[in-house]
């Protein structure tokens, strides 16, 4: 992205977003603006436009950002025109997140948004020792809800204790909102919980769900490339491997959907 032009179309940004080298993306609407929306775009984080010195402090030269109004008009082109003379390789999207979502980009529910920590990012915990739906989850989580996010892997019994103490989202355990329920599993709560729109997503769901339920019936019209998904549910030498095979199957189902 960083010989991009000063602007994104939607398309670029989406396409982006299904990348390994994905772009930071600052929600730049006024705050009563930002309040009045029911949704954000995929991984962003709101900043107020008003105060751009003082939250573009440890950004990398090297990072690319792409901010966003609701049009794209003298509010984000002004945020993105500062973080430029910094040095930032900054972009505002045309059409604003009015012109993203005409375009189908994903998108999260605003006030489901969990909070953040001083250093920016999410928190997370679930059991220790992840198999498929501990992993999927934090994939999700990272894709398109906090890039940064930071996931705790605990003992089962502990899990609970942790949330009260560090304030992190508890997931995939009993007794809370983002597990399985009625035949569904985590990444399906999760999906419900943010109100997550994206169609190569929900195609993906089937199979997480049929690996890590054990029904096949939703595996029968998935792509090869998620077999692996199933593999790793039988056969998973290390928690990292499990990790990166889960990790490339997911990236490669759905940014085949994004550039098909």
């Known amino acids: ?24 993306i600052f ?10 929306s029911d949704i954000v775009i995929a991984t962003a984080s709101w ?6 010195h003082h ?4 950004f990398r030269t090297q990072d690319d950002v792409v901010v966003y109004c609701i049009h794209g008009h003298q509010m984000s082109q002004s945020v993105a ?13 045309i059409g604003g997140i009015d012109g993203y979502v005409e375009a189908g980009g994903p998108t999260v529910a605003r006030e ?5 920590g001083p250093d920016g990012r999410s928190r997370w915990v679930t059991r220790a020792r992840p198999k498929i739906d501990q992993i999927a989850c934090p994939w999700l989580v990272r894709r398109f809800i906090d890039a940064d996010a930071a996931f705790l892997y605990v003992e089962t019994d502990w899990v609970h204790a942790v949330g009260d103490v560090t304030g992190a989202t508890l997931f995939d355990v009993e007794g809370v909102e983002l597990t399985h329920q ?9 999906i419900d919980r943010f109100d997550i729109h994206d169609a190569a997503l929900d195609a ?22 998620s077999r692996y998904l199933w593999v790793s549910r039988l056969f998973i030498p290390t928690t990292s491997t499990c990790w990166m095979l889960v990790w490339a199957c997911m990236t490669l189902c759905t940014t085949t959907a994004v550039t098909a």
């Not at 025109?81 to 999207?93: M, N, P, S, T």
């Not at 009625?182 to 999760?190: I, L, P, Q, V």
């Open 81 to 93: 025109a500062l973080l430029r003379e910094a040095g930032l390789a900054a972009h505002y999207l």
């Open 112 to 116: 489901s948004l969990p909070e953040r």
């Open 55 to 58: 939250w573009q402090e440890g």
């Open 27 to 36: 929600d730049v609407r006024k705050h009563p603006a930002y309040l009045e």
């Open 204 to 225: 993906l769901a089937d199979i997480v769900r049929g690996v890590d339920t054990g029904n096949p019936i939703y595996l029968r019209k998935a792509p090869v490339s």
């Open 47 to 52: 900043r107020d436009p008003q105060t751009v």
């Open 1 to 24: 992205m960083g010989q991009l032009p000063l602007s994104l179309e939607p398309q670029e940004l989406i396409e982006s977003l299904a990348s390994v080298r994905r772009p930071m």
């Open 182 to 190: 009625d035949g569904r599993c985590s990444f399906d709560a999760f």
